[in-house]
Nanobody, 118 residues
Framework: QVQLVESGGGLVQAGGSLTLSCAAS????????MGWYRQAPGKQRELVGS???????NYASSVKGRCTISRDNAKNTVYLQMNSLKPEDTAVYYC????????????WGQGTQVTVSS
């Protein structure tokens, strides 16, 4: 089985920063892309950002300029650096990956809570 383990969530004041990490482990032939989603209570899960194996990135307009996604292919790990956090960034953040096992599958992490206080 392939697992994604997130870490780095917590409580931060508005204007502060957090770095989230997501490490993939298990039977992996390759990872095409990894990304971060978030879901606030009563809201739909939405894409925050993603990164492909060659380093191409994509960000939601709401976080563009405040977030940076990076990836360590050797460690099968993706990072989300969030700066200038706002209360509206409060949500459960989920890691997602498209992984060759060798079949292409989508795997989700358990989520990590990010709370931004005003």
């Amino acid at each position: 089985q392939v697992q994604l383990v997130e870490s780095g969530g917590g409580l931060v004041q508005a204007g502060g920063s957090l770095t989230l990490s997501c490490a993939a482990s298990g039977s992996i032939h390759g990872i095409n892309a990894m990304g971060w989603y978030r879901q606030a209570p009563g809201k739909q899960r939405e894409l925050v950002g993603s990164i492909t194996s060659d380093g191409s990135t994509n960000y939601a307009s709401s976080v563009k300029g405040r977030c940076t996604i990076s990836r360590d292919n050797a460690k099968n790990t993706v990072y989300l650096q969030m700066n200038s956090l706002k209360p509206e960034d409060t949500a459960v953040y989920y890691c997602n990956a498209f992984i060759w096992r060798p079949a292409l599958v989508t795997v989700w992490g358990q989520g990590t809570q990010v709370t931004v206080s005003s």
